[in-house]
């Protein structure tokens, strides 16, 4: 199974030569080479979301806004209809009130953090897995530390397919020495595919300082390959982010 964490871009026409206009046909030629089974998505804008549910033909595309009125961005997760039927669905937020949509820790930014969270299929294997795609605070380190626990303490009181292998992806805004990425060398058996991977947020290699950002977490499958998604066009990149892209074998 190859599942991709990427990191879209808010398309608020802010990048010049490298406006989400001007990415769409490489993204979408990217995809349609690469043919992932599951693509978990961060920074998604309404009109982005649709775009996608318009081009990815080949996909069923899940999730909601952060906002009160569930606009603005999502963690959206897009999933091969040929290959994967969709058991459970929600999104929470990642704040001491998870069903009240726009809820947020108080040490956080203006930002509402949210986490779509899935239970799937895959028809060929018969085997059920659980997704959970997140894109942690940037500006409080003490909300990443809280959203990643609240995660875990979730999956932890999971009670459907409980014991199903569980895939974490997304954007968490922090290092992998970060003391809030400690959180997750507290659950050992959820294995950093992403480890080692270098830079994957990069700017467009501009002024900011390229890191370390997005991952891959996984428990009850074996990593059988990963790469970085660093295509471009000239000055045109797939996105800020690299995507990240695993293929994973369920044990």
Request: glycine letters at 6%.
């Amino acid at each position: 199974m190859k599942i991709v964490t990427f990191n879209i871009r808010c398309d608020y026409q802010q990048d010049r030569d490298n406006n989400f206009c001007y990415r769409k046909e490489l993204i979408l030629d990217k995809i349609n080479r690469e043919k992932p089974d599951l693509i978990c998505f961060q920074e998604v804008l309404p009109h982005v979301a649709v775009w996608l549910k318009e081009e990815l033909s080949e996909y069923y595309v899940v999730g909601c806004g952060r906002s009160e009125n569930l606009e603005d961005e999502q963690a959206a997760i897009a999933y091969r209809r040929d290959r994967i039927n969709l058991i459970q669905m929600e999104t929470y937020w990642l704040s001491e009130t998870p069903y009240v949509p726009a809820s947020r820790y108080s040490d956080q930014s203006i930002c509402p953090r949210v986490c779509t969270e899935a239970v799937f299929e895959e028809f060929r294997t018969k085997k059920v897995f659980r997704v959970v795609n997140t894109h942690l605070d940037h500006e409080g380190p003490g909300a990443r530390e809280l959203g990643l626990r609240q995660i875990m303490e979730k999956l932890g009181a999971a009670v459907l397919f409980a014991d199903a292998p569980v895939i974490i992806t997304g954007d968490m805004n922090a290092e992998p020495d970060s003391p809030e990425m400690g959180v997750m060398r507290e659950f050992p058996s959820y294995v950093n595919i992403t480890e080692g991977i270098g830079i994957t947020y990069h700017g467009y290699l501009r002024s900011e300082s390229p890191c370390c950002i997005d991952y891959i977490f996984a428990k009850g499958f074996v990593c059988e390959g990963i790469e970085k998604w660093e295509d471009r066009q000239g000055d045109v990149f797939l996105s800020d982010h690299y995507p990240v892209c695993a293929v994973l074998q369920a044990v």
